[in-house]
């Protein structure tokens, strides 16, 4: 009778002992549970926010895919000789920055700039000189992006130290003819100058009030050729852009005042002529890519690039 009371009382226990471990496996289930719940909604949430910024990445890059295809396509500049050594420093640049543009620039003149600007031909009309009222009228606009000092030069030879703004008047217009009347050597004076409808031309013939007066001896159609025919011709003289100007000729003073930015921005040296880019109708009715290129032009980093080609900023 005890021994069967003592098998009784080891199969409760036993059966105590099986329901406390169901109990616990129980509740770590529940915990597991529980876990597994809190993390799919966690990635459920991670999954909602990743939705919901998609759609923000993708017009962030449609965003910046429209601004790089405004930014592709060409700019034509035609006109001034005189802005060619601006003009391909500003194009090389700006291609850099945006490697889907094209600017190119055609070198005949400021006349035929204009003129093609106002014939619908080039997006930009290059001069070296203020726009006449009758390009104004035809609708063409005066932006002027630098100005520019107009040296006077000899060729190295030259003994002459420099000349007033009368002497020069009366070489021009042929009323000296002789360097010893105008402080050198006596050698005659080959007066060189531009082609008719050349910037440089309008702008010192109308800075001296000499228009139609002129007495040339040779009138050549670049900057390039006059520092040609200066640099090789005893006794020539020639008007370039300062900022072409190099040591195969000399650049006098005048009236004392040497041909140097820093002179003319402070008022000292009276040859300085603008130069301009027209355009047909103002900047903002271009089109984008015309308008970034102003933007450019007159900004920090293209107004950089005129001082480096010893222009005058208008900044």
């Known amino acids: 009778m005890k021994k069967k009371s003592t098998t009784i009382l080891a199969l409760a226990g036993a059966v105590i002992l099986a329901a406390g471990s169901l109990a616990g496996c129980g509740s770590n289930a529940a915990a597991s549970s529980g876990q597994t719940d809190v993390t799919s909604e966690s990635a459920s949430q991670t999954s909602r926010a990743d939705a919901a910024s998609a759609p923000t990445d993708q017009a962030s890059q449609a965003d910046a895919s429209g ?20 003009a391909t420093a500003l194009a090389e640049g700006y291609m850099e920055l945006h ?6 620039a055609e070198f005949v003149g400021s006349g035929a700039g204009i003129e093609a ?14 726009l006449k009222e009758e390009e104004k009228a035809a609708g063409a606009v005066e932006n002027v992006v630098a100005i520019d000092g107009i040296a006077v030069c000899v060729d190295p030879a030259n003994t002459a130290s420099g000349l007033t703004k009368q002497q020069l008047i009366d070489i021009y217009t042929g009323k000296v003819t002789n360097w010893a009347q105008a402080g050198g050597a006596d050698v ?6 531009r082609e008719a409808g050349s910037g440089t031309r309008s702008a010192f013939e109308e800075i001296l009030g ?13 900057t390039g050729a006059v520092m040609a025919k200066v640099a090789s011709t005893p006794g020539a003289i020639g008007y370039v852009s300062l900022d072409v100007v190099d040591d195969t000729v000399t650049a006098l003073p005048l ?12 008022g000292g040296y009276f040859l300085s002529r603008p130069f301009v880019m027209a355009t047909m109708g103002d ?6 890519l015309v308008q970034d290129w102003f933007a450019y032009v007159l900004g920090e980093e293209g107004q950089a ?4 080609v010893g222009l005058i900023t208008v900044e």
Do not use: F
């Open 67 to 86: 601004q790089e295809e405004s930014l592709s396509g060409s700019i034509l500049m035609v006109g001034s000789t005189s802005m060619e050594t601006l």
């Open 99 to 104: 490697p889907e543009v094209t600017v190119s």
């Open 117 to 130: 600007v106002l014939g619908g031909t080039a997006d930009i009309g290059n001069s070296s000189r203020n």
């Open 188 to 193: 005659p004076i080959v007066v060189v100058g």
């Open 210 to 222: 000499i228009e139609d007066q002129c007495a040339y001896a040779n009138e050549l159609d670049s």
């Open 255 to 266: 009236d004392g005042v040497e041909a140097t930015a820093e002179n003319i921005k402070a």
């Open 283 to 288: 900047v903002s009715s271009q089109s984008p």
């Open 305 to 308: 690039i005129a001082s480096s």
